[in-house]
């Protein structure tokens, strides 16, 4: 996964997260930006649901932007960001944060005049989703498994996942050695 690319997530990540006791009822196949590395891992990537702002009705527009609304040290300020995809606006659902891993990726997202890989290239808008996101998780960090999708078993889970997978890779190198 790239820093600032856009992707779709496999069904079996969002199965995962309801596996772990997370909320995932999202049924509409949303993209995905995968903003930045977690600390502890550089295959796992901080992952912000997407999209289109456009779609809301009047009230969920007004909901959303009512939270982006809030004082900035209410962490209610950091739910929901507005910004550009590609050629559509696109609301950002930085509360429903989840780390992911190059084994729940299913497909690239493309942009409309490229046909390329989407990459986030306004830094602007990339400062402003990483300020929120970090919010979340130092929130998330102090009250575990607080937000509905359960941040902290997922991360969990996939640090054990991948360490399993790298466990197997030495074993299998250790064996085919022998």
Known sequence: MQENAVYFGKSDFYNLVRILGGKWADSKERPVVCLMKLSEND???WA???GNFNH???DAKKRIEKYMNYNERDIRSCYY???KIDVV???FFISDVVPI???YIEREYLGVYTKKLYVIKNKRLLSELQRKVKRVLAWENSNPNRF???ISDIKNHLLEELQ???EAAVTNIIETED
């Open 56 to 58: 809301r009705t009047p």
């Open 43 to 45: 295959d796992i990537c």
């Open 164 to 166: 399993a997978e790298q």
């Open 48 to 50: 912000i649901p997407v």
């Open 148 to 150: 509905r999708q359960h």
């Open 101 to 103: 891993t190059d084994k």
């Open 89 to 91: 606006t696109s609301i």
């Open 81 to 83: 960001h507005i910004g």
